[in-house]
């Protein structure tokens, strides 16, 4: 099974492509998808689709893991909720189905307890994924957590 993971954002939008066979996992592609904080918010938003429908049709995933969002105070706070909104939009565009996972339960799924840090997380990426480097940049480390968790929860 094909899975691309997201790690939503408006600045950058982390994903990762990963195939699964029987208990293998491979990582296929990762990466972010940048948009230019100097654009209007809108440009940006159709920059996140355009990027994302390319990124779907390059790859042709079965099934999309996106993280929720986890509400904090933050100036930007909408902004982000607004790209995950477009990021929503556009793989149920393609009829995808989607899987969304806080990040407790993504860190739960990896490393066995919902309190893991950063590290953590990525070495159990890197050991699932049998990469001998990390990702980058954490986006997309974080992306391929996803897609991960949307292959383990199945």
């Not at 994302?52 to 100036?75: D, H």
């Not at 995808?96 to 339960?105: G, H, K, S, T």
Request: aromatic letters at 6%.
């Amino acid at each position: 099974m094909r899975i691309l993971g997201i790690d939503p954002g408006l600045a950058r939008v982390g994903y990762g492509v990963i195939e699964t066979a029987g208990r293998e996992q491979t990582m296929l592609d990762c990466g972010i998808i940048r948009t230019d904080s100097g654009r209007p918010e809108g440009e940006r938003m159709v920059e996140i689709a355009r990027d994302l429908r390319q990124l779907i049709r390059a790859w042709k995933p079965e099934l999309a893991a996106v993280e929720k969002f986890f509400f904090y105070r933050s100036s930007n706070t909408i902004a982000v909720v607004q790209a995950r909104g477009v990021v929503i939009m556009t793989l149920s565009r393609f009829g995808l189905p989607i899987v969304e996972f806080p990040p407790m339960q993504i860190k739960q799924a990896l490393t066995g307890h919902g309190h893991a840090d950063k590290d953590e997380v990525l070495e159990a990426v890197m050991r699932e994924l049998s990469l001998e480097t990390p990702p980058r940049p954490d986006d997309a480390a974080d992306a391929l957590a996803v897609a991960l968790t949307g292959w383990f929860q199945r």
